[in-house]
């Protein structure tokens, strides 16, 4: 109903990243779970339930095409219309629609808990890379009885003049595979692992951001698994600073959902050095400073001059800049006037979108701790 959104590229920044995230964790549970009781249903839909189920299915579509995958599903409601289904039935369905089996690939997903990351190195001798699969934990690496689960992956490997290649796929350990000189793989972000690239062939990618290689998905899939890599124990040899210099080469991103990502990876980075010296999370807060400083100064005042003509991604863009722009002068000075007028009872010109990050810079520009910023929020939206 409304294309403009882009609501799938809105999915990879927000659900799809909340499944990774939770599901990385050695607590989370399976999307299909037995229940023996009306109570325990609710305690299972949780983000589990909605984002790596949503994501699941979003594979699945992708790779049956999106197409077949709505006529299984047509088969599916027509076969079990006014009745009960089970799980299987619908696996059913989609085979008989795409002449795949959906439910071999499916299983796994939905019966077993986690999702792996996907460890490249590289043979440039022979043009192959070599593939192996290990289930990823956000607290290091998984010990063997917590790898035993072998998820069956479709690479969607990307190249500049070969397309995307969506039958690729790597259901073992470990396998090799013909490659071109510059690929991605996880075309889209539309399958649920994360890739753990060599170094330099993330810099080589960070060359490809804007040559119309890489879409803004493929972006926000290069930022997001790096920085879940780095703040992994054993995850990658990359470090926060190689992480750091790679979000240095974003510098003339002009993509919401990119920025997006952006900012909540270095908000967990953040978070990881919150009890270090003063000193330390200074320099991150300048160090975004100056990452955002190119954009700001092109947009100048539009960050904070909402349009009735702006679409709803343009007003969520701005509202994002404006919320992380603390120390950016220009925005330091506006937020003062707007707060002053607001105060005076004129509240008609602080746009709802900024009002919190307008309260927020203020406070804190009094030297208030971050709780009692919110504590003070809380209070005035009262």
């Not at 607590?27 to 299972?44: A, C, L, R, Y």
């Not at 795409?98 to 997903?109: L, Y």
């Not at 810079?361 to 939206?381: K, M, P, R, T, W």
Request: glycine share 4%; net charge neutral.
């Amino acid at each position: 109903m409304h294309p403009d959104w882009d609501v799938w590229s809105r999915f990879v920044v927000q659900g799809y990243q909340k499944a990774l995230d939770l599901d990385s964790n050695r607590g989370s549970h399976p999307i299909e779970v037995p229940v023996s009781s009306p109570s325990q249903i609710t305690q299972i839909f949780d983000d589990i339930t909605y984002n790596k189920g949503c994501s699941v299915l979003r594979m699945i579509a992708e790779y049956l095409s999106v197409e077949v995958f709505i006529k299984g599903v047509r088969l599916y409601l027509e076969r079990h219309a006014f009745g009960s289904a089970t799980t299987n039935d619908l696996w059913d369905s989609l085979s008989t629609a795409s002449s795949k089996d959906v439910k071999a690939i499916m299983e796994t997903w939905t019966k077993d808990v986690g999702y792996p990351v996907l460890f490249v190195t590289e043979h440039k001798a022979s043009s192959t890379i070599e593939i192996t699969q290990r289930r990823f934990l956000q607290s290091g690496k998984a010990l063997p009885e917590n790898d035993e689960v072998l998820y069956p992956v479709y690479l969607k490997i990307k190249s500049p003049k070969g397309g995307i290649s969506k039958e690729r796929k790597l259901f073992s350990r470990t396998k090799r595979f013909i490659i071109g000189h510059t690929y991605k793989l996880n075309a889209g972000q539309t399958g649920l692992y994360r890739v753990s690239y060599p170094l330099d062939r993330l810099y080589s990618l960070s060359e490809q951001l804007y040559t119309g290689f890489l879409i803004p998905d493929d972006r926000v899939g290069l930022i997001s698994d790096l920085c879940a890599l780095v703040r992994c124990p054993g995850g990658t040899k990359a470090r926060t600073s190689d992480f750091l210099n790679f979000l240095l080469r974003f510098e003339d991103e002009t993509d919401f959902f990119v920025w997006s990502q952006i900012l909540t990876s270095l908000h967990s980075v953040k978070i990881a050095w919150m009890f270090e010296n003063v000193a330390t999370r200074r320099a991150l807060d300048l160090f975004q400073l100056r990452l955002m400083t190119k954009l700001l100064h092109k947009l100048d005042e539009k960050i904070w001059n909402f349009k009735p003509t702006d679409s709803y991604n343009s007003q969520s863009f701005k509202a994002l800049l404006f919320a992380n722009a603390a120390g950016y002068d220009p925005v330091q000075a506006v937020s003062s006037l707007l707060f002053d007028r607001f105060m005076d009872g004129d509240y008609d010109h602080l746009n709802p979108n900024i009002r919190k990050a307008v309260f927020s810079h203020v406070l804190a520009g009094e030297n208030l701790s971050e709780v009692q910023v919110n504590i003070l929020y809380s209070d005035f939206a009262k």
